[in-house]
């Protein structure tokens, strides 16, 4: 049988750190107090003008191929979760491939789930690899969600940064990837939405973010209770056999609510939200990176990875690292 596992991690954030104060200082009507008090972020990266989507998943993935011992031309897939690509077209994960100098014909393409994008494409990775067809997959959430934010909207300005993520997902003897769940519901696709297109040379619709916070928060706390239950069922273990828990980094209310419907301690869960802000696909495999360098992950632990977002999309990811 044919297994799929984590081989190497890689991230990138941005060198420009803005605290609150800072937003402050550039015109935004909030406070570190709201924004620490209602979401745990005290900080954001953003790009710099002339890094794109695609060059902050270079340097993810760059790393992510160096952990793995990789060199680009043994990947054979590749799968770029954003929701903000460089282009309409082609894919990010092109632009990507050609920047990585990549010369080997690999299946490239671009994932769109938001900010369970990450989740949605390790699951897909897990299935082409296990299928035989593919065997060593570059699997990245890279986002510049700074592109995409109104800054006269303090409701939605202060929660977001960029940066990028990046594993290698390779067939193995031996298991990594346990179980997969992922889900939508179309019916709560106006909850969180950038509701613009291009047509005729001239953005139709809005090009800014807009959320409905409240409803969002909800929604994303009880799914996020939901899949891991489902996960952890399908592998046929209980929740509290996960050592860590790696979820969407949107606000650090919502997972210490999701802890806590799990009865999960506060300790087995990955926290970046409070220096990277919600960086949407991108927060996943940077939290994952993260705890990996700085040792709290080890091998053979169980994992659990869980995506929230637009669409509304929900997943979860549970493996033996
Ligand atoms: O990746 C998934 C996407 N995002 C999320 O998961 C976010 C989910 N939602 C949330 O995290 C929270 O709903 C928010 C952090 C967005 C908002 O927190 P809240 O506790 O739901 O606040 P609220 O929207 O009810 O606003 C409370 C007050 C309002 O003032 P009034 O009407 O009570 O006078 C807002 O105008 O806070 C005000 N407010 C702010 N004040 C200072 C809203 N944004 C700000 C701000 N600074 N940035």
């Excluded at 043994?74 to 491939?97: G, H, K, M, N, R």
């Excluded at 035989?132 to 570059?138: D, P, T, V």
Aim: aromatic share 6%; with cysteine.
């Amino acid at each position: 049988m044919i297994h799929a596992r984590i081989t190497g991690t890689g991230s990138y954030l941005p060198p420009l750190c803005l605290s609150n104060d800072d937003l402050v200082a550039r015109g935004i009507d909030t406070s570190d107090e709201w924004v620490v008090g209602r979401t745990g972020i005290r900080t954001r990266h953003f790009a710099r003008d002339d890094q794109s989507c695609s060059d902050l998943a270079l340097e993810a993935a760059k790393n992510a191929l160096a952990a793995a011992g990789r060199a680009v031309n043994e990947v054979d897939l590749v799968i770029l979760a954003t929701s903000t690509p460089d282009y309409i077209f082609p894919s990010t994960a092109a632009i990507l491939q050609k920047k990585l100098g990549m010369a080997n014909d690999a299946a490239v393409f671009d994932m769109q789930a938001v900010c369970s994008g990450f989740v949605y494409a390790l699951a897909t990775a897990e299935k082409f690899i296990r299928s035989g067809s593919h065997k060593c997959a570059l699997v990245i959430g890279s986002e510049v969600f700074s592109h995409i934010l109104n800054w006269d909207d303090r409701t939605t300005c202060v929660l977001f940064g960029d940066g990028a993520g990046a594993v290698v997902l390779e067939a193995s003897d031996t298991p990594g990837i346990l179980a997969t769940a992922l889900h939508a519901d179309g019916r709560y696709s106006d909850i969180l939405s950038v509701p613009g297109s291009v047509s005729g040379g001239k953005v139709t619709g809005s090009p800014f973010l807009q959320m409905d916070g409240q409803a969002v928060f909800k929604f994303a706390v009880r799914v996020l209770g939901e899949v891991a239950v489902e996960v952890c069922k399908a592998a046929g273990i209980a929740t509290s056999e996960v050592d860590w828990v790696i979820p969407h980094q949107a606000n650090v209310r919502i997972l210490q609510a999701t802890a806590k419907r799990l009865d999960l301690p506060m300790e087995k869960v990955v926290v970046t939200v409070a220096e990277h802000g919600n960086t949407s696909a991108a927060s996943v495999p940077l939290a994952l990176d993260l705890a990996v360098r700085d040792g709290r992950i080890r091998p053979g632990q169980r994992l659990l990875l869980q995506g929230v977002g637009g669409g509304f999309t929900w997943g979860a990811v549970l493996l033996t690292f």
